[in-house]
């Protein structure tokens, strides 16, 4: 297997897992640390109710892993937000997000050696899904045909969860005002050079996902990252208008035209007509006034760390402990008189 001289980081997003966390975190470390120089396991715990920050702060201890970076954050938050909790926090050159549950650690090498060879970022989509209800299948189908009209994309299989980012690919989300939100689809977006990896593998342990939450989380993800809904909304005011307009033009015309009208046809419906004239313009405003003050927002985060500890053994640390005892005993041979001849 080909060693990587990187420093990688792999990032986990983890909740109610104590049973198994310290299972994952061995054999990442096995696989991780065959194929690189140096690494760190950064977990992001997202708000677990269960044993898990005991067994995390146990895995840190003297007798426990190296090359762990813990935040257990106060509440549960979405994948995408916990994920970038970690991404933000990395110090590798490469950085991976990995779900435990559902992605194979064991196709990492294959993903690492196509960023170590150009590519900016690499996707793997496990064709192996899950089983969920056919209600969420529906929900997510219709989700991403939506998406992939707005911004270009299909998320699900362009932009999957399971991905290898560089340095410069983090750097530039960081810019973004809102680079919890826009995590998901930035790098596949941003014009940087990207490879899609499928593989097939059966997840580790199937969970269901809870629809409610996922619509919340799709409806924030299509508002935050798109001005596709808003642009609807526009197009539909400004259609209104000149609808309202046509039909008023209508009206004055039949009033000309015929001599056998209704009394009171032609005052109220161009009344009515006006006056839907004038809310399609309003909402027309608003809609745009609504867009331009979105893209210059700015949220607080969406997330707050309440704890955070790293292993007591980091082997970076101790690898650059060698290599200034070797620097200075280097400097001191060569000052010693008897090492000048």
Known sequence: MTLFPVFLSVVFVVRNQAEHIETILSDAANVISSIVSDYELIIIDNASVDDSIAVLKKLT????????QIYALTKEVDTDTASWVGL???LGDFISVIDPLADDIGFLPEMLDKAAHGADVVFANNKKKPTQSLIYRGACAI????YKRFNGIHLAKEAPQYRVLNRTVVNFILQHPQ????YRHLPATGGFTRVILNYSAMPKISHTKRLGESIDRSMRLLVSTTT??????????????????????????????KSDVAPGWIS??????????????VLLVLSEYIMQMVSLSNEGP???VGQEFTSTRMTRREKLNIEEVISKSSHTRGNDPQHLF
Do not use: C, D, W
């Open 61 to 68: 201890g003297e007798n426990g892993k190296p090359n762990l």
């Open 88 to 90: 933000e926090n990395a």
């Open 143 to 146: 989700f991403n045909g939506l």
């Open 179 to 182: 680079p919890a939100m826009t």
């Open 228 to 257: 596709g809904p808003m642009r609807i909304v526009t197009s539909l005011s400004l259609f209104g208008a000149f609808a309202n307009l046509i039909y008023s033009i209508y009206v004055v015309a039949i009033g000309i035209l």
């Open 268 to 281: 109220l419906s161009l009344q009515q007509s006006g006056m839907f004239f004038l809310i399609s313009l």
């Open 302 to 304: 969406l997330y707050h």
